[in-house]
C-alpha cells in the first residue's frame, strides 16, 4: 500500500453519503500542475466524533493530507490532513496541551484543553474559561465579564457597573436604582399598551402605574 502527500485543493459533501470527499493532487512530475497525480474525490477519514472541511485552496495554500491509494474501489483514501495556514495555534500550546480549531480565514474560533483547564475562545474578545487549578470560572465577551470564584465569589460587570457577591456580602458599584424598575417591559405596558396589545398592569402596593414610576418588590 502506497502513501502520498497531497494537497487539498477543495473539499464537498457527497448528498448520498453525508461523507466528505477530498479534490487533492500530489507533488508536481512534469512541467505543469496539471502533471501532478490527482486523488479527485478520495473520502476523507479522521477520529471517530470529530469532522473537519478543509478551507479551500487560496493564496495562503492549502490543507495538507495523507493518502493511502490501492484500497478497492477508490480513488484513495485521506487518512490524516494538516493545515499550516492555521498554524498560529501551535504557539498556544505546551507539553501535552491539545487545541480544536477552526481552518478558515477570519474564523479565529478555538478549544483549548490544557493542565486543569478548558477554554472556548473566539476572537480576541469572547473567552469562555474553565479553571479548576485556580478555581475560577468565567465568561467574558464584547467588554462584559461573569465570574464564579473561590477568589471573589460571583461578579458581573457590564460596562460602569459591577456587582460582587461573596461570603454573605453584596457588593454594588455604579449607579444604583433602589428596587429597581419594575421592570422595563412592564414600564413599556404602562406607556404604550394599545401598541404592544396588552391590558396596563394591575397597581401594585396601592401605587397607580404610570410612565415613570417604579416600584420595588
Known sequence: MAVDLV?????????????????????????????????????????????????????????????????????????????????????????????????????????????????????NDCAMVMDRENKRFSISCFGLHLEMSEENGVVITTGGATSQWKDGLQSHMGQIVLGGRNPLFPVAQMMVPALVGVAPMSPIVGIAPGAGVFIGV
Open 7 to 123: 494537497d487539498i485543493s477543495s473539499a464537498v459533501r457527497d448528498p448520498d453519503t453525508n461523507t466528505l470527499k477530498a479534490d487533492a493532487k500530489s507533488a508536481q512530475v512534469g512541467d505543469t500542475e496539471d502533471d501532478a497525480p490527482g486523488f479527485d474525490g478520495a473520502p476523507i477519514f479522521g477520529t471517530l466524533g470529530v469532522v473537519a472541511r478543509p478551507w479551500p485552496k487560496d493564496s495562503r495554500g492549502s490543507a495538507q493530507a495523507l493518502v493511502e491509494e490501492g484500497i478497492g474501489g477508490q480513488n484513495g483514501i485521506v487518512t490524516n490532513i494538516r493545515d499550516l495556514r492555521a498554524a498560529g495555534v501551535v504557539e498556544e500550546l505546551g507539553d501535552g496541551e491539545t487545541a480544536i480549531h477552526s481552518t478558515g480565514p477570519d474564523f479565529d474560533s478555538r478549544v483549548f484543553l490544557k493542565k486543569q483547564s478548558a477554554s472556548v475562545m473566539v476572537g
